[in-house]
């Protein structure tokens, strides 16, 4: 060990400790200190060899240690004036989250003496510990106030610590300081711009980077932002372009936000191809996070048998490898199939979690398992030690309405250890619905309406309620109180993936290029539905009302104009299909000879031969 540390190389004994450090070895670089302090050398001054002695105290989550180091640090005269010494000792209080102790030590220098680093180090501690972070802003403040000069990494430890209103003033501090031409900067801006929803100023930033400054990381950063403001169209088109960019490819980050926007648009061709080029690098091969986004693609488009064949081939299944698949089975009404492979992650050990629980739930609820949804939520608490929180209530709450126990539903948002939120009223205003019951709808609507003013959804949910009872006066306020509010209905879209493009319907929509043939198309599936002799009973036509052009009707007659026998239709449609529309696909199916694949906001209906897989239960 002498060797190591000795006379032929302080330098290199120097460098050895930081290596260490950077492969995690901390207890290494402990001992290989004290040695140095037991064995001192004049070419290895403590200086140099202590900053890495603090860090990897902090790794290790040692306070003690931390401290007794600070103490030698005083005692050495390193402390408040080494630079390097301050600064790496701030950063560990504060990955310790001891913040009054950090703040201390710089408190103790004065702002002119007082290095850059420093304040970056308890800014970068703040920013960490809470956010928004006022004491970060405050110490910036101070910066400025003192004539402390600030660089890029002050920008980059204040922006995820700022709050919406701080990050224009930022931008122009930054900008006016040459720092936005710093790639991470202009990075980190456009994600603090998209977290805030500011989608515009965001691809203003990204489009004016200069290519040679756009990395992986820039581009990375815009796909999150369409992708976490719910822009999935705009994801596709910039992996489109990005795909035509010489100077970058796309890694495990990009291709899961691609797969995150075709799983949500159905766009199973796209999703393919990425899927092909996952498995053309071999550096992919392990990947588990794409393997379970590959697993959420397939579900959500309809494959179940594809994304149960990527479960199997995961060697090291992970719990989002569980929820992915059982939640698939669940939102295409398999939940026995659901359970079953919940019953087999457990068998091999693997805990679950709040949200694995929550596809179980809803895997029940689908299907109205009631007492089996009843017995797994009981087990969160008494076997898996798992607190249920507004999620598993709001399940639950669906779970008994659904099955038109609304009694037990609105006695158990009634016990909740928790106030209920909207999505729990809600789930009970939609079970009123099913089962007719207004006047639970309307103590259901008076909570929801409060707890989200402006969900639409919600009004138009309350008015078809009170339209089914014959209502009108109460169809009436609802629609006066929304005109007031200037709340519009959210319009119903549909999609079909036809040969790699991802085509949009709207309601009454005559935009798309065969619009001419797709009403036709229409035309004649109403005629041929109206003679079909077989269809008799509650599901005759003339008992189904087939006035209205949905956007899932166009979509499905878009889908016959344009495959072969055979093949399924599938259809992502963002709202709940109506009773209308799902009563026209299942005599469609049966006159035509088809399967339709549709996912609707609740769930997947498989129709065909007349039937629609959901049992008219969704």
Not at 250 to 264: E, Q
Not at 333 to 353: N, S
């Amino acid at each position: 060990m002498r060797s190591a540390l000795g006379s032929n190389g302080g330098h290199l004994s120097t460098v050895r400790l930081r290596d260490l450090a950077a492969a995690g070895r901390h207890h290494d670089v402990l001992s290989l200190f004290r040695q140095a302090l037991r064995h001192p050398d004049p070419l290895l001054p403590i200086d140099s060899v202590l900053p890495s002695a603090l860090l990897s105290a902090a790794a290790l989550s040692l306070p003690p240690v931390a401290a007794q180091l600070h103490s030698l640090g005083l005692k050495s005269g390193l402390l408040p004036a080494d630079a390097y010494v301050l600064t790496a000792l701030i950063t560990v209080y504060s990955r310790l989250r001891l913040l009054p102790l950090a703040c201390r030590l710089l408190d103790d220098v004065p702002s002119a003496t007082a290095p850059t680093s420093a304040f970056n180090a308890l800014i970068s501690g703040h920013a960490l510990a809470f956010f928004p972070s006022p004491a970060a802003i405050s110490l910036f403040c101070r910066m400025r106030r003192d004539d402390v000069p600030f660089d890029d990494v002050t920008i980059l430890a204040l922006l995820p610590a700022a709050p919406l209103v701080a990050i224009p003033s930022l931008h122009g501090i930054a900008f006016r300081a040459s720092l936005v031409d710093v790639p991470s900067v202009s990075n980190c801006l456009i994600s603090c711009y998209s977290r805030f929803g500011a989608v515009d100023i965001a691809r203003q930033l990204f489009d004016e980077m200069p290519d040679s400054r756009k990395d992986l990381v820039s581009w990375n950063a815009m796909i999150s932002c369409y992708a976490q403001n719910g822009l999935a169209h705009q994801v596709l088109e910039l992996y489109d372009t990005m795909e035509h960019s010489p100077s970058v490819e796309p890694d495990a980050v990009t291709l899961i936000g691609v797969l995150s926007s075709c799983a949500y648009l159905g766009a199973h061709s796209i999703g393919k191809e990425v899927e092909d080029y996952i498995n053309q690098k071999a550096s992919f091969d392990s990947n588990t996070y794409l393997k379970n986004a590959l697993i959420n693609l397939h579900a959500k488009c309809g494959d179940l048998d594809r994304a149960r064949k990527i479960f199997d081939q995961i060697p090291q299944r992970t719990i989002v490898s569980w929820t992915a698949m059982i939640a698939g089975y669940g939102m295409h009404g398999q939940g026995e199939e659901a359970l079953r492979l919940f019953d087999m992650m457990i068998a091999e050990g693997v805990k679950p979690d709040g949200i694995a629980m929550v596809s179980v739930l809803s895997a029940c609820s689908h299907v109205g398992m009631v007492d089996k949804g009843m017995k797994y939520f009981s087990s969160m608490k008494t076997i898996f030690c798992l607190v249920p929180n507004r999620e598993h209530y709001a399940c639950m709450v669906d779970l008994l309405g659904r099955a038109g126990r609304l009694k037990e539903a609105g006695d158990l948002i009634m016990s909740m250890p928790m106030d209920p939120d909207a999505p729990i009223w809600g789930a009970l205003l939609g079970a009123c619905k099913i089962h007719k019951n207004v006047e639970l709808a309307e103590l259901a609507f008076e909570h929801v309406s409060k707890l989200e003013p402006t969900n639409v959804g919600y009004y138009v949910l309350m008015s078809n309620i009170y339209s089914d009872a014959g209502r009108l006066d109460g169809v009436a306020r609802i629609r006066a109180i929304m005109r007031e509010r200037r709340l519009k209905k959210d319009p119903g879209c549909s999609y079909v993936d036809y040969k790699g493009k991802v085509h949009l319907f709207l309601a009454d929509d005559h935009s798309h290029p065969q619009a001419k043939k797709i009403y036709e198309m229409i035309a004649r599936l109403e005629a041929l539905v109206k003679n079909d002799s077989n269809i008799t009973g509650n599901t005759r036509a003339e008992n189904v009302p087939l006035t209205g052009f949905h956007s899932e009707k166009l979509a499905i007659a878009f889908g016959l104009l344009n495959t072969e026998a055979g093949v399924d239709i599938v259809v992502i449609k963002n709202l709940r299909v109506c009773e209308d529309c799902h009563q026209f696909m299942k005599m469609v199916s049966r006159v035509v000879n088809r399967k339709f694949v549709v996912r609707d906001a609740s769930r997947f209906h498989h129709f065909e031969g007349g039937t629609c897989s959901c049992k008219d239960y969704w």
